[in-house]
């Protein structure tokens, strides 16, 4: 069955230092979504994007994050210069539809910013 | 907003027993999903109704929607040990991509 694989699955940082999290969407899906979890908590939208752009983003998605899709397979999420509030699992989407489909998810980024 | 607040919070039954989370929400909506995460691993997708639905089944889980009440439930029958996971709701609007409620924890117990 096809997957959304992400890597790593634990990265710790230091506070201030640029992370890159990355994804590998299932191959004919064309939507792209992160969505953050602070340990217990809910599933935080970040941002989707499609057709090499950012379609939405939510008010987490500041200017410290970024989005890209390098190649025909990558879908990455970089933060500039890392908080301790960052520290959170980070989870990976991707869709073949925008709307009326199932989200398919990786098994997250564990990012500890210390 | 959109999104979906999951209640009961928190909901531990005996294995065999059923259980049932509600979903409610504050906007229109174009569909309402449910999904499961294992102990803080990825969300795994159980079923999928649209807001001209109101009830669908999939093997041992039944989902109903009520667009006058903006609500939604989530009922697993006949339990099992196995189901222990975190069940979250989540909506998706025309103008808004997914998102998600808080979830319920639910403990099954042998």
């Known amino acids: 069955e096809p997957e959304v694989t992400q890597t790593p699955s634990h990265q710790v940082t230091q506070m201030g230092q640029e992370v890159i999290l990355r994804c590998v969407p299932i191959?004919?899906?064309?939507?792209f979504y992160w969505y953050r979890q602070i340990l217990g908590q809910k599933v935080e939208f970040l941002v989707s994007?499609?057709?090499?752009?950012?379609?939405?983003k939510s008010e987490i998605f500041d200017d410290q994050f970024s989005v890209e899709r390098p190649d025909g397979s990558n879908f990455t999420l970089k933060i500039r210069s890392t908080k301790l509030e960052d520290s959170a699992m980070y989870f990976c989407?991707?869709?073949?539809?925008?709307?009326?489909?199932?989200?398919?998810f990786g098994q997250g980024t564990r990012l500890t910013v210390v | 907003s959109q999104q979906g607040e999951e209640d009961p919070q928190a909901l531990s039954i005996q294995e065999g027993e059923n259980a049932t989370m509600n979903c409610s929400y504050k906007?229109?909506?174009?569909?309402l999903q449910w999904y499961r995460q294992n102990s803080g691993r990825g969300l795994v997708h159980l079923i999928l109704i649209r807001s001209n639905e109101r009830e669908k089944h999939s093997g041992r889980l039944r989902v109903t929607l009520d667009t006058s009440k903006k609500s939604s439930s989530l009922l697993i029958t006949a339990s099992r040990a196995a189901d222990t996971a975190s069940y979250f709701c989540?909506?998706?609007?025309?103008?808004?991509?997914?998102?998600f409620g808080a979830g319920t924890r639910l403990t099954v117990k042998p």
């Open positions: 906007t229109s909506i174009n569909n």
């Open positions: 994007f499609y057709n090499n752009e950012i379609s939405e």
């Open positions: 989407a991707s869709t073949i539809e925008n709307y009326n489909t199932e989200a398919f």
């Open positions: 191959s004919n899906h064309l939507y």
């Open positions: 989540a909506t998706d609007a025309w103008n808004n991509d997914m998102r």
